[in-house]
């Protein structure tokens, strides 16, 4: 009788230490989970304030009323284009005050927004930005509004701090000092900016008194930029990385051969280049085939200094922007670029090819 009083105790207490492990795993178990969610919250709530800097939109309104202290009413809505001279082009209208007097221009200005494959969701693809000037055209304000920031390169706020009083002519003449440093973004805006200065200031002085300026040739916006940096192979395996080229002038051509017209375009152009001298200048042709007969198409014309390249699906081409066809890029030695634009014997493209080779 004793023995089977004795069992009993024991199986309650083993019980009970079973109850008590299971209780210290479960708490353990919760604080893992407790500590899991915190972390994955934290890495949210980073996530969601790093992210918030770059999707942040203020309206053109706040912009104007910081600048003149009221809103104003906005006038005269136009287009600032010169298609002949200019790249780009640019919506603009006039600023009164509350009595109805002119103080100033507004211009916006748009970009690809670097920062956007940060989160293609909520970031906005392309940054808008407000050009404001008085009825001089002194700069009074260069302002990201759509969204309000995005990755310079550069000091942020001083770049954009840096436009503040300057005047149309010495951003036309590119003597205003600011700088750009290694920033392919920042001489971007810089050219978009000296772009609308120089429509803005043909529209109030004229033609004949900006030539006199001593500006000549076409202005495009992403003139100095950076190249993209690829790699790619040749027709024939050979393996290339663009900085391969440096310390050469370089002359990118994209294309369809299957395409007759921009065969015949890029025929045109090879017969303009043939007429400098091309020694020192690379040529690669990124054709749009897999076949390589049909490469030969394009670059038979350009004769033998050229690089043939099979990209059916544009894939380099797109990242080096060529993609279209016909379509033709020109590289410094530095390996910024000083032309992009139709591969077709247009006076744009041709010129810019002239004032190329003989830099």
């Known amino acids: 009788m004793s023995n089977r009083k004795n069992k009993k105790p024991k199986k309650s207490k083993i019980k009970e230490e079973k109850h008590i492990l299971n209780k210290r795993v479960l708490l353990i178990f919760s604080i893992f989970v407790a500590i899991a969610i915190f972390i994955l919250l934290g890495f949210y709530l980073k996530n969601q304030l790093s992210i918030q800097k770059y999707t942040k939109v203020i309206p053109k309104e706040v912009v104007r009323s910081k600048i003149f202290g009221f809103k104003g009413t906005l006038t005269a809505p136009r287009v600032l284009t010169d298609p002949a001279q200019f790249s780009d082009s640019f919506a603009a209208e006039d600023i009164l005050d509350d009595n109805g007097n002119t103080v100033g221009t507004e211009v916006t200005i748009l970009i690809d927004n670097p920062s956007y494959n940060k989160d293609k969701k909520r970031i906005p693809q392309d940054v808008a930005m407000l050009l404001i000037v008085d009825k001089e ?94 790699t790619f192979k040749d027709v024939n395996g050979t393996e290339y990385n663009i900085n391969d080229f440096k310390n050469n002038k370089i002359v990118i051509i994209g294309g369809n051969p299957g395409c007759g ?99």
């Open 137 to 230: 055209l002194k700069i009074k304000t260069l302002t990201p509004f759509n969204p309000t920031y995005f990755d310079l390169g550069i000091d942020f706020e001083k770049y954009f701090n840096d436009y503040n009083g300057k005047d149309a002519e010495t951003i036309i003449k590119q003597t205003d000092g600011i700088y750009t440093g290694v920033s392919s973004v920042a001489t971007i805006i810089k050219n978009k900016v000296r772009e609308a200065m120089s429509l803005l200031y043909i529209e109030k002085y004229g033609k004949d008194k900006f030539n006199a300026l001593g500006v000549s040739g076409y202005i495009f916006s992403e003139r100095g930029t950076k190249l993209t940096q690829v």
């Open 261 to 359: 017209s921009c065969v015949e375009s890029i025929t045109q152009l090879a017969n303009l280049f043939k007429t400098y001298n091309t020694e020192n200048i690379k040529f690669i042709v990124f054709a749009f085939t897999q076949e390589k007969d049909q490469l030969l198409r394009l670059t038979a014309p350009l004769g033998n200094n050229v690089i043939g390249v099979l990209d059916p699906d544009r894939t380099i081409a797109t990242q080096l922007k060529v993609n279209i066809s016909p379509y033709i890029e020109l590289v410094d030695k530095d390996l910024t670029v000083y032309y992009r634009g139709p591969g077709e014997p247009i006076r744009e493209t041709i010129e810019n090819i002239k004032a190329f080779l003989q830099k």
